[in-house]
């Protein structure tokens, strides 16, 4: 029988994935596991996509997404981000996961290497796993919020290395870049000659401080970044982001999605204008719930004593497990005996070993009644 390819036979398995299968078979499980907002989808965005698909918007769209959206996409850009980009350097992706892919698909060569933030979310490894590339870790300091180790980024960087990937704010630390430290990174990356490609998914979930672009303070020339609708609209299942890249990049992402995706769906887009054009009191309600759930699962940790790195965005906190040590055994254990399902932190990479992710997409009382389970259990076992 023909074998399949070697780059998905050897590409390594989602630890988020792993531990939500499992607590799938376990009853009455406090999910604290899946970063995917439990609100649903502001209604007028809905009401949105009903009116477009009456109304026809069911063929396909361009490779690089509708005008309409590109140019609502460019305000919001300028206006909340302080990018000041044409509409043409806007591609719509289906969803940030697409916008990244595609985006490493055509900044990277079969055996280029690409630095990825650890611990960093467990889907960057596998994309560049499957373009026939090497990852390689570069430390975030837990000490400092999170932010990178500039040493051991510098370490890091070899002749094979092509891309340099930011996180910020961070999946799975809820660590928010300063400017400084993204311009630390990025005065590495400009003098090894490195694209950078920043994630700011979570550019709107910020509890304290302030979100910064790196291409704000880099050489917007060398640097594609990557946003979706996903989490600040409460939009996962609609698949739809979008990369901004320099005007001479964007035609290859466009070009780039063809053979995938195609591009985004057209409803989804149609529901993102009107994202964008409508009120936005709901993100600000939606981030203020994430912050309240914060404070709560902080309260609770510092109640019982469990270390943590205090988030400043995203929706993400990690806990220290038990002598700060196999974080896969302790979320097992967490799991099967008293029903709270987490992800281990060695499953974002080795430097999130001894820790485990509290995701605060869940209702407050799931919040209150899963952290304090988790708790006791870190002290029972570090006793």
């Not at 809905?46 to 396909?60: P, Q």
């Not at 959206?69 to 919001?76: H, N, P, V």
């Not at 300028?78 to 892919?101: C, H, I, K, M």
Request: glycine share 10%.
């Amino acid at each position: 029988m023909p074998q399949l390819a070697s780059t998905v036979r050897g590409a390594p398995h989602s630890g988020i994935r792993e531990m939500m299968v499992l607590a799938r078979a376990i009853p009455d499980v406090l999910n604290l596991g899946v970063g995917d907002p439990d609100f649903v989808t502001p209604a007028h965005i809905r009401e949105a996509a009903d009116r477009a698909a009456r109304d026809g918007f069911t063929k396909y769209p361009p490779s690089e997404g509708f005008a309409p959206l590109r140019d609502l996409l460019a305000a919001k850009l300028a206006e909340r981000n302080g990018l000041d980009v044409a509409p043409e350097q806007v591609v719509v992706t289906s969803g940030g996961t697409g916008g990244l892919f595609t985006s490493l698909l055509i900044t990277v060569d079969p055996g280029d290497e690409v630095l990825i933030p650890d611990p960093g979310w467990a889907n960057y490894p596998p994309m560049v796993h499957v373009l026939n590339a090497r990852p390689v870790g570069y430390r975030l300091d837990p000490a400092r919020g999170w932010a990178p180790d500039l040493d051991d980024l510098q370490a890091r960087i070899t002749p094979r290395s092509k891309v340099l990937l930011l996180c910020s704010p961070g999946n799975p630390t809820g660590g928010v870049h300063t400017a400084e430290e993204l311009r630390g990174a990025l005065e590495l990356a400009a003098e090894h000659d490195l694209w950078v490609l920043a994630d700011e998914c979570y550019d709107e979930m910020i509890f304290e401080g302030e979100h910064v672009s790196a291409a704000t303070i880099g050489d917007p020339e060398r640097i594609l970044t990557v946003f979706t609708f996903s989490k600040t609209y409460a939009m996962t299942g609609w698949r739809l982001g979008y990369v901004v890249a320099p005007t001479h990049v964007a035609p290859a992402l466009g070009k780039a999605q063809e053979p995938v995706v195609a591009s985004a769906s057209s409803i989804s887009m149609k529901a993102g204008e009107a994202a964008l054009a409508g009120p936005q009191d709901c993100v600000r309600e939606m981030c203020g719930a994430y912050r309240a759930r914060r404070d709560l699962a902080i309260e609770i940790l510092d109640r019982h004593g469990v270390e943590y790195v205090r988030p400043t965005g995203a929706f993400y906190l990690m806990a220290r497990t038990p002598g700060g040590r196999d974080s896969l055994g302790f979320a097992r254990r967490l799991l099967e005996e008293r029903h709270v399902s987490t992800v281990p932190g060695s499953a974002f990479g080795a430097s999130g070993e001894g820790w485990v992710r509290i995701s605060l997409c869940v209702a407050e009382d799931v919040v209150r009644e899963g952290v304090e389970r988790l708790a006791q259990a870190v002290v029972e076992g570090a006793s």
